[in-house]
T-cell receptor, first 112, second 111 residues
Framework: EAQVTQNPRYLITVTGKKLTVTCSQN?????MSWYRQDPGLGLRQIYY???????DKGDVPEGYKVSRKEKRNFPLILESPSPNQTSLYFC???????????FGPGTRLLVL | GENVEQHPSTLSVQEGDSAVIKCTYS??????FPWYKQELGKRPQLIID?????GEKKDQRIAVTLNKTAKHFSLHITETQPEDSAVYFC??????????FGPGTRLSVLP
């Protein structure tokens, strides 16, 4: 089954404790992206990747890191999480940047 | 960078009526405009999209129109049904392959 998976789905952590949210797709997509969703603000792009080892900043990259060492995986790293990073995070992938994006199920993060 | 505005923020229509949601964008280099539907507690899903070389696209009860001169695009849903109730997001893809989404429209279809 073609899908985008994210783990964990729910996470409660404390300020400053490094965490990683994984994202994996099995569709051989080149383009992958991370978004955060906050009430009233829609989806805001954090980082995106056009292919392996090619990443670029979206609108809200501060406080986040990404890597793309394999085509199927695109982890999101929060080196020192803060409460303002409490949000719903979605990973998405597509064949290229201009095609249908398939979203993962979302990761709800609470930073205390 | 790109900025996308979306109106209205909430919309209520009677079942069977039409619904129209309008988005404006700022970057004239943007060339791809998707619309996503997000039901409560679920992930966004693409419902229709349009590229900058096309003025209108239709898929059954859903249509999207694009006016490049005015830099706005609209989603049209005809013969609305209760299952159309959801939050709808427009987006624009800039020249740099980044996506900017609008803040969303909560559509309620009243039986």
């Amino acid at each position: 089954e073609a899908q985008v998976t994210q783990n964990p789905r729910y996470l409660i952590t404390v300020t400053g404790k490094k965490l990683t949210v994984t994202c994996s797709q099995n569709m051989n997509h080149e383009y992958m992206s991370w978004y955060r969703q906050d009430p009233g603000l829609g989806l805001r792009q954090i980082y995106y990747s056009m292919n392996v080892e090619v990443t670029d900043k979206g609108d809200v990259p501060e406080g986040y890191k990404v890597s793309r060492k394999e085509k199927r995986n695109f982890p999101l790293i929060l080196e020192s999480p803060s409460p303002n990073q409490t949000s719903l995070y979605f990973c998405a992938s597509s064949w290229t940047g201009g095609e249908t994006q398939y979203f993962g199920p979302g990761t709800r993060l609470l930073v205390l | 960078g790109e900025n996308v505005e979306q109106h209205p923020s909430t919309l209520s229509v009677q079942e069977g009526d039409s619904a129209v949601i309008k988005c404006t964008y700022s970057d004239s280099a943007s060339n791809y405009f998707p619309w996503y539907k997000q039901e409560l507690g679920k992930r966004p899903q693409l419902i229709i999209d349009i590229r900058s070389n096309v003025g209108e696209k239709k898929d059954q009860r859903i249509a999207v129109t694009l006016n490049k001169t005015a830099k706005h695009f609209s989603l049209h849903i005809t013969e609305t049904q209760p299952e159309d109730s959801a939050v709808y997001f427009c987006a624009a893809k800039g020249y740099g392959q980044n996506f900017v989404f609008g803040p969303g429209t909560r559509l309620s279809v009243l039986p």
